[in-house]
């Protein structure tokens, strides 16, 4: 099975905050990756998929990069919106593992 | 618009089979284009990928749980089912049901589409 790495787990930044978060597979999964926002009491929302291709409707301060086994999730400036848990999802194989989560707090 | 909605009992009593199930609106569960998945977060924890299965009933179960888990395709009722036996505290969790699409050639990418989640509790 690949196994998914978040880092960091807990993320503390200021709004406008450029931030950076980072998930590392096990073994290549190539592009076939997504990135899920959550917040408390709501089902996961759909960000990146493909590693880097926006989902419909977000906006554009969200990004996504990397191939292999290296991913970034980035947020150009946070906003109050953004305050929530990120999680990365590979689908190269099944199971299709999620990271631990990346909690992004309010510094 | 598509719209899943997870249903099921809140309470569970240990060593009893769980089961939710996942209806399915706006949208035919029946089509080559999607697979349906579970997904599950225990309290103060992340999210877990129980499984996922496609129109035709092909399944596909995470290794952890494949021993007491099956999935269940209605296309009648435009449903999906998860029956998760022999359950324990530790399989309390908010459940998820949500939607990957599929393209035959390439493979899925993302789940595009959750519902709300359903909250169950095992205790006797």
């Known amino acids: 099975d690949i196994q998914m790495t978040q880092s960091p787990s807990t993320l503390s930044a200021s709004l406008g905050d450029r931030v950076t978060i980072t998930c590392r597979a096990s073994?290549?999964?190539?592009?076939?990756l997504a990135w899920y926002q959550h917040k408390p009491g709501k089902a996961p929302k759909l960000l990146i998929y493909?590693?880097?291709t926006l989902e419909s409707g977000v906006p554009s301060r969200f990004s996504g990069s990397g191939s292999g086994t290296e991913f970034t999730l980035t947020i150009s400036s946070l906003q109050p919106d953004d305050f929530a848990t990120y999680y990365c999802?590979?689908?190269?194989?099944?199971?299709?593992?999620f990271g631990q989560g990346t909690k992004v707090e309010i510094k | 618009q598509v719209q899943l909605q997870e249903s099921g009992p809140g309470l569970v009593k240990p060593s009893e089979t769980l089961s939710l199930t996942c209806s399915v609106s706006?949208?035919?569960?029946?089509?080559?284009?999607?697979?349906w998945g579970w997904i599950r977060q225990p309290p103060g924890k992340g999210l877990e990928w129980i499984g996922s299965i496609y129109y035709n009933g092909r399944t596909y179960h995470n290794p952890s749980l494949k021993s007491r888990v099956a999935f269940f395709v209605d296309k009648s009722k435009n449903q999906i089912s998860l029956n998760l036996r022999s359950v324990t505290a530790t399989d309390t969790a908010v459940f998820y049901c949500a939607r990957a699409n599929h393209d035959i050639l390439t493979g899925s990418e993302a789940f595009d589409i959750w519902g709300q989640g359903t909250l169950v509790i095992v205790s006797s």
């Open positions: 999802q590979h689908f190269s194989s099944y199971p299709w593992t």
């Open positions: 073994q290549s999964i190539s592009s076939w």
């Open positions: 706006g949208g035919s569960i029946n089509s080559s284009s999607y697979y």
């Open positions: 493909r590693a880097s």
